[in-house]
């Protein structure tokens, strides 16, 4: 379904990714790991059209997506939830999830999927009217990743969805990644630093180091490799 | 008792002008972070439109007064709105990436190419603005006068922001707007069309500024290519006053703006005028710069 070919992505002269090569297959809940400032975060950004690709090539669906403006990307089926949440503090959580479903016309069906949404996670139900700025850390990851699910994507890119976030929250959170991607067969590309988490989920697994893809494997491999277990498993 | 009621008239009727020129700042500024001074010129474009097309117009359709007041009015909107998106375009595009000094500065370009390629074009002398609106008094008696020329620009104002409050506040567009001043980058990931929303945000803008040219023109008939330096830099005062980025502040910096000019006009002295409104300015960048309703924004790192 995604295909990346030898990424380089710079910032300024800061050089961050060197060349990663990765795939996820349609129905897959793939996960990337890694420490803080791997390239995760930036990965995910020039699959999505907002950070800026210096060379190398991202192929959605068959077609070559690389430096496209983001609502192109958007429309394509590649719905983000980006790192920070970016929730709009100023809209109510009505208008968020509204936005979410912006380049769709289907009206009824979006009020659908926002009732499907509310069943999922109903505490969203209670915010509806409120500025998503009033909401809780919790409460405004589900709204961000309830906002990427509205424009009905085919690819669902999540990052640091356990990002402070409290841990009781956590497991919900990964259980209810799961129940989408099963239910509405939608594929996950998972950013986490909670790598134990992120395996847990995963069909397979990538793990990110400076700016390149260090190791891959099918998830639960990943989760029993000894180096991977040190450094990251915190075993 | 009368006279107040003529200063309180008179200040609502210019405050309101004001008050459609400074929602174009504002939400340009929410928009993009920077002072389009180049606002102030497509007002005054939008007069000069008013001055060349009004004539025709009237011919065209005849008797009915009021209808080719309200096309002519709809054809500066129109005109402007382009105008505002082809400087949007040409001139502030390109820069989206820079600083905002750069952004600011070429405002200030644009600003002196319209006011100069203006007294190019339309010859630097004062020219008189037709009669678009009849010129009565709807009410006359001791010391009270009050034109229908005041009573059409509050009435128009007025349907004007409430047209663009219906926008912003209950239109899937104007949501996308909201969120676009909220995260540009947070928007472009809902699929929103940055482009396209600037665009739109410079067409109600430059409609708003050319609507309140010819309000401004059809009371304040003398009409030059300068003309729109005093207005622009009053509606922009009221634009601070207000909160800028905040459309509730802009139409109450307005009315504010425009009260104060007449009272001080009317009570003091026509020589404080511009004095006390730039007083203001001064004032509340130094006491509350966030403006009455705006709220403090910490710089986002």
Redesign the interface.
């Known amino acids: 379904m995604l295909e990346i070919r030898n990424l380089h992505v710079h910032y300024g002269a800061v050089k961050a990714l060197k060349g990663i090569s990765l795939a996820v297959g349609s129905g897959q809940i793939v996960a990337l790991i890694g420490a803080n400032g791997a390239g995760k975060s930036t990965s995910l950004r020039a699959i999505s059209g907002i950070a800026d690709v210096s060379s190398g090539e991202i192929i959605f669906d068959g077609i070559d997506i690389t430096n496209k403006p983001p609502h192109v990307i958007v429309f394509a089926g590649i719905s983000h939830a980006p790192e920070g949440r970016m929730i709009f503090a100023n809209l109510t959580t009505r208008e968020n999830l509204e936005m979410g479903a912006y380049l769709r016309k289907d009206k009824g069906e979006i009020r659908k999927d926002i009732e499907y949404l509310f069943s999922i996670f109903p505490k969203l139900k209670e915010r509806i009217n409120q500025p998503g700025g009033k909401l809780s850390g919790g409460e405004q990851q589900m709204l961000a990743i309830g906002r990427a699910l509205l424009a009905r994507p085919k690819l669902l890119l999540l990052d640091e969805p356990s990002l402070g976030i409290a841990p009781i929250l956590v497991k919900t959170i990964f259980q209810k990644i799961v129940e989408i991607n099963k239910e509405l067969q939608t594929t996950i590309l998972l950013v986490e630093q909670n790598a134990h988490m992120a395996l847990s989920i995963a069909d397979y697994g990538y793990v990110m180091e400076t700016g390149e893809i260090r190791l891959h494997a099918p998830a639960s491999e990943l989760a029993q490799n000894e180096e991977v277990k040190k450094a990251y498993l915190g075993m | 008792m009368n006279q107040l009621l003529q200063q309180i008239i008179n200040g609502i009727s210019l405050g309101s002008i004001y008050a459609l020129i400074a929602l174009g700042y504002t939400m340009i500024y929410g928009i993009l972070r920077f002072i389009n001074f180049a606002h102030g010129d497509v007002f005054m474009i939008g007069a000069f439109v008013g001055f060349y097309s009004a004539p025709h117009i009237s011919k065209l359709v005849g008797g009915s007064i009021i209808f080719s007041g309200i096309l002519v009015m709809l054809l500066a909107m129109l005109i402007c709105s382009l105008l505002g998106v082809t400087i949007e375009k040409f001139a502030y595009k390109p820069l989206r990436s820079r600083p905002k000094l750069t952004v600011l500065i070429t405002a200030i370009g644009v600003s002196l190419f319209l006011e100069y390629g203006g007294q190019l074009i339309f010859g630097p002398d004062p020219k008189l603005f037709p009669t678009i609106v009849p010129s009565m008094a709807v009410v006359d008696t001791q010391n009270l006068v009050i034109g229908s020329n005041s009573i059409v620009a509050i009435v128009t104002a007025a349907i004007l922001m409430l047209i663009l409050r219906f926008i912003v506040f209950n239109t899937?567009m104007g949501?996308?707007m909201?969120?676009v001043?909220?995260?540009h980058?947070?928007?472009?990931?809902?699929?929103?069309?940055?482009n396209s929303i600037i665009s739109f945000t410079f067409v109600l803008g430059s409609s708003l500024a050319a609507a309140a040219a010819i309000l401004y023109s059809s009371v304040y008939p003398s009409i030059n290519p300068l003309m729109g330096i005093f207005p622009g830099l009053k509606a922009f005062i009221a634009a601070v006053l207000g909160g800028i980025g905040n459309i509730y502040g802009a139409a109450l910096g307005g009315l504010i703006i425009g009260l104060t000019e007449t009272f001080v006009t009317g009570y003091l002295s026509p020589t404080y005028r511009d004095a006390i409104s730039f007083g203001i300015l001064i004032l509340i960048l130094l006491f509350k710069p966030s403006g009455i309703m705006g709220k403090f924004e910490a710089e986002k790192v």
């Not at chain 2, 980058?185 to 940055?194: D, E, F, T, V």
């Open positions: 899937k949501a996308a909201r969120a001043s909220y995260n980058q947070a928007a472009a990931l809902m699929g929103i069309n940055i």
